[in-house]
């Protein structure tokens, strides 16, 4: 049987993705297997939020461009090519390279006359694993000062695949970044289902519009779970879930004690997160 993949997803931070994503992966596991994979790698934290020893198990690289000088002409081309600013030229000079402005992409390699640039790379990230009683776990962190967290996110969900394959897993959550950028893209295409997470605010309403325009174009089918429910005006979120179509499957109040949980490295356990399963087993049932 294929893994019902489902991405916890929002355009807003702060509005408890982790928080959804760690309970709902550790409430899925005590009786299927479960794989959670943090792609928030620029702020991962479901580790923290499990209270989870992580492994390292794999080193993600970049292409940077590399030069000949003694093949370099100064003509200031690749300089030109370079969206990220990442090479810097003055004419009679060697150009200068910034390799943490570098984004991989290859274009001064292309645009160089003289074939004076090849191919080097450099480390961006790390691949992490860990367990959680019955609970799988798979991570990935962009290194400090690096800015290509998408290539991150893309190693992360390449290994995810390998690993899925072997495992046999029933569900696959994945904890997305906030957001609607290229991070968030890589991590919600090819999965069956994307929850987005909100909160009854101005910023939340635009937030969830941005993810649910998103999740339409990547053709995801979406759920909304609207986290601290009452604490805020609701048409915000009801007025943008009917615009698109989309349903909200549960609602959270304000509740100290998941703050007290989160605070102790301890999984979330409430009513709405047992009710946001019985609606994804009823969709695995379809």
Same mark, same amino acid.
């Not at 356990?269 to 019985?278: A, Q, R």
């Given at each position: 049987? @294929?893994?019902?993949?489902?991405?916890?997803?929002?355009?807003?931070?702060?509005?408890?993705?982790?928080?959804?994503?760690?309970?709902?992966?550790?409430?899925?596991?005590?009786?299927?297997?479960?794989?959670?994979? =943090?792609?928030?790698?620029?702020?991962?934290?479901?580790?923290?939020?499990?209270?989870?020893?992580?492994?390292?198990?794999?080193?993600?690289?970049?292409?940077?461009?590399?030069?000949?000088?003694?093949?370099?002409?100064?003509? $200031?081309?690749?300089?030109?090519?370079?969206?990220?600013?990442?090479?810097?030229?003055?004419?009679?000079?060697?150009?200068?390279?910034?390799?943490?402005?570098?984004? $991989?992409?290859?274009?001064?390699?292309?645009?160089?006359?003289?074939?004076?640039?090849?191919?080097?790379?450099?480390?961006?990230?790390?691949?992490?694993?860990?367990?959680?009683?019955?609970?799988?776990?798979?991570?990935?962190?962009?290194?400090?000062?690096?800015?290509?967290?998408?290539?991150?996110?893309?190693?992360?969900?390449?290994?995810?695949?390998?690993?899925?394959?072997?495992?046999?897993?029933?569900?696959?959550?994945?904890?997305?970044?906030?957001?609607?950028?290229?991070?968030?893209?890589?991590?919600?295409?090819?999965? =069956?289902?994307?929850?987005?997470?909100?909160?009854?605010?101005?910023?939340?309403?635009?937030?969830?519009?941005?993810?649910?325009?998103?999740?339409?174009?990547?053709?995801?089918?979406?759920?909304?779970?609207?986290?601290?429910?009452?604490?805020?005006?609701?048409?915000?979120?009801?007025?943008?879930?009917?615009?698109? $179509?989309?349903?909200?499957?549960?609602?959270?109040?304000? =509740?100290?004690?998941?703050?007290?949980?989160?605070?102790? $490295?301890?999984?979330?356990?409430? @009513?709405?997160?047992?009710?946001?399963?019985?609606?994804?087993?009823?969709?695995?049932?379809?």
């Amino acid at each position: 049987m @294929k893994a019902m993949k489902i991405a916890i997803t929002g355009g807003k931070g702060g509005t408890g993705k982790s928080t959804i994503a760690t309970a709902l992966a550790y409430a899925l596991s005590n009786e299927k297997k479960v794989l959670l994979v =943090d792609a928030d790698v620029d702020c991962p934290n479901d580790h923290l939020i499990l209270k989870m020893e992580r492994k390292k198990i794999k080193t993600v690289t970049q292409m940077i461009p590399k030069w000949d000088f003694d093949k370099c002409i100064k003509c $200031g081309r690749c300089s030109e090519v370079c969206k990220a600013n990442a090479i810097v030229f003055v004419q009679g000079k060697n150009p200068i390279f910034v390799p943490e402005q570098c984004s $991989g992409c290859g274009a001064c390699i292309i645009a160089c006359p003289t074939k004076a640039i090849s191919e080097s790379s450099k480390e961006i990230g790390t691949i992490f694993s860990g367990k959680y009683n019955k609970l799988t776990f798979l991570g990935g962190e962009l290194r400090p000062g690096e800015i290509a967290s998408e290539f991150v996110v893309d190693a992360l969900m390449d290994y995810v695949k390998e690993e899925s394959k072997e495992k046999n897993y029933d569900f696959i959550i994945i904890d997305t970044a906030a957001g609607t950028h290229c991070d968030v893209i890589t991590a919600l295409t090819g999965v =069956d289902l994307a929850i987005a997470v909100t909160e009854p605010t101005p910023l939340g309403a635009h937030d969830l519009e941005l993810i649910l325009k998103l999740t339409k174009i990547l053709k995801v089918p979406t759920k909304i779970i609207l986290n601290r429910a009452d604490i805020g005006n609701i048409s915000l979120i009801q007025d943008i879930a009917k615009k698109y $179509g989309a349903t909200i499957i549960t609602e959270l109040a304000y =509740d100290k004690r998941i703050i007290e949980a989160y605070s102790k $490295g301890e999984p979330v356990t409430n @009513k709405s997160v047992d009710k946001l399963i019985d609606e994804i087993c009823k969709m695995v049932k379809k």
